[in-house]
């Protein structure tokens, strides 16, 4: 079994070769690298790019550390010191995880939090510096670290919010609530529990675009079911409450951010992601959701994100059928072929307009109807062509075709004439997993397949007469 020894003993031995030895502190890394190696002596759990103060031979990220902790100690961070050590604190965690690992450990969240909490319980702020620098340096050992986050955190960062700083400081709040919403559900449990939509909903007025985006981040991160420790999520609870007060607000900002093709795309993204009910779909189409994704779509039809996007609405849309059956009301249709069309080659958002057509046609004759006429068969199968490679294309094509067809048997000369046969074919060939989808098409079409019977029941070996 190989030995391990702790970081503090590797930095230990990097300060005697520093200080005692005179050497270089790239010199003294090597030197104590050779000397554990040398004892077979496993490294794989050290930091070995610490930055290390060539004065005292200490790594600067446990200096800067102990150093925050005295002053956070003496409940006074009126000097000019703090935000100097906080910004090193900052740089020092952008390193790496590892890095903000070892930051963590030495409770560099809990004086940080202590530290910015001593600034907001000033009777006037007036230097706000200090909470500046002391919520990036926090972000910093908060990324990709969501356990450290606690109730204190959310407090702060509550508080922070409704004070109304500035928009440079939302931001860092939005931020570090991301970090601390990404594969943790308690989190974002206890988010929700404290009200914070309310904080947020003001957001949505801004006038500053940066402000919006990490906004609807927030909101998606929120109804994010990514923690394979729980059991059983509340994204759908917090989908369905986000919804109730955002959904509306949201679709009207559509025709305001008509121009800004990121900030659309955010929108576009996050309102897909709230409709998760029939009545939440009824709703973004009384308030205009179904033109304004006609127009973002004919405004912006050479951007791929903003028409991915568009489709992802289209299809989250048609989850109900009343509204399902209008989405292709005023010559939707045709468009929904010429932007398909103009992006096809690109692969993601080939699968996310294959999927949309299925969803659109699933049980609509009519919608099948609308979009044969547009031309969306040779599109289809086309599409199809250009990703061979690709299992979710040929999957999402498949279910296209088969949701086109079932109702409208008269449309399979029309895709059999593209030589659609032939790329199920050989879909079905690359793809074993994918063959029930493949063969359900070709089965539609009138294709000959040879379909497996899955169960044939349990056969009685003793024969009974009556």
Same mark, same amino acid.
């Given at each position: 079994?190989?030995?391990? *020894?702790?970081?503090? /003993? ?21 030197? &104590? ?6 004892? !077979? ?7 070995? @790019?610490?930055? %290390? ?8 990220? /446990? ?6 902790? &005295? ?39 809990? *004086? ?5 909490? =001593?600034? =907001?319980?000033? +009777? ?20 990709? +670290?969501? @356990? %450290? ?7 702060? %960062? ?24 990404? #594969?943790?559900?308690?989190?974002? +449990? ?32 929120? $109804?994010? @079911? ?48 709230? /409709? ?12 205009? !959701? =179904? ?35 209008? *989405? ?10 010429? $932007? ?35 031309? $969306? ?8 062509? #250009?990703?061979? /490679? ?6 999402? !094509? ?20 593209? @030589?659609?046969?032939? %790329? ?20 539609? =079409?009138?294709?000959?397949? +040879? ?16």
């Amino acid at each position: 079994m190989a030995k391990v *020894i702790s970081q503090e /003993t590797f930095d230990d031995v990097v300060k005697e070769n520093v200080v005692e030895f005179a050497m270089s502190v790239q010199e003294a890394k090597e030197e &104590t690298v050779k000397q554990f190696e040398a004892q !077979g002596i496993n490294l794989a759990n050290i930091i070995k @790019d610490l930055s %290390i103060n060539e004065e005292t031979g200490n790594p600067v990220l /446990t200096e800067t550390i102990e150093k925050l902790k &005295t002053i956070s100690a003496g409940d006074d961070v009126s000097s000019d010191q703090v935000p100097k050590l906080l910004e090193i604190l900052s740089k020092e965690c952008t390193a790496s995880v590892p890095h903000r690992v070892m930051a963590a450990k030495l409770g560099a969240e809990e *004086i940080i939090s202590k530290i910015i909490d =001593l600034a =907001l319980e000033k +009777q006037e702020i007036t230097d706000t510096s200090v909470i500046k620098t002391g919520l990036i340096a926090w972000n910093e050992v908060m990324n990709k +670290q969501p @356990d %450290i986050f606690n109730d204190k955190s959310l407090f702060i %960062i509550v508080q922070i919010l409704n004070k109304n700083l500035g928009d440079e400081f939302i931001l860092l709040c939005l931020q570090h609530l991301k970090h601390a919403t990404l #594969l943790h559900e308690i989190n974002r +449990q206890n988010i929700m529990s404290v009200g914070i939509l309310s904080s947020l909903k003001p957001l949505l007025k801004t006038q500053n675009p940066e402000v919006l985006k990490e906004t609807c981040s927030l909101l998606r991160n929120l $109804i994010l @079911d990514d923690d394979i420790r729980i059991e059983f999520s509340k994204a759908h609870d917090h989908a369905r409450a986000i919804a109730a007060e955002f959904l509306v607000e949201l679709s009207h900002l559509l025709p305001i951010q008509m121009k800004d093709k990121n900030i659309l795309s955010e929108l576009l993204l996050t309102i897909a992601a709230l /409709t998760v009910r029939h009545e939440f779909c009824v709703q973004v189409e009384e308030a205009g !959701g =179904l033109k304004f994704i006609r127009d973002c779509m004919k405004e912006h039809s050479s951007s791929i994100r903003v028409s991915k996007e568009a489709l992802k609405l289209m299809r989250a849309l048609a989850g109900n059928d009343a509204v399902k059956n209008n *989405i292709l009301k005023d010559g939707m249709s045709k468009l929904l072929d010429e $932007i398909i069309n103009i992006h096809k080659a690109n692969e993601p958002f080939a699968r996310a307009a294959l999927h949309c057509l299925s969803t659109i046609t699933l049980r609509s004759k009519e919608n099948s109807q609308l979009l044969f006429d547009a031309g $969306i068969a040779e599109t289809i199968v086309e599409t199809m062509k #250009l990703h061979p /490679t690709s299992k979710i294309v040929q999957r999402n !094509g498949a279910w296209a075709i088969r949701n086109m067809v079932s109702r409208s048997r008269e449309q399979c000369p029309a895709f059999l004439s593209h @030589d659609v046969e032939e %790329i199920l074919k050989q879909a079905m060939e690359t793809y074993s997993d994918v063959q029930y989808d493949l063969k359900a098409a070709l089965r539609d =079409l009138g294709c000959e397949v +040879q379909l497996k019977e899955e169960w044939t029941g349990v056969k009685n070996k003793i024969h009974i007469e009556n």
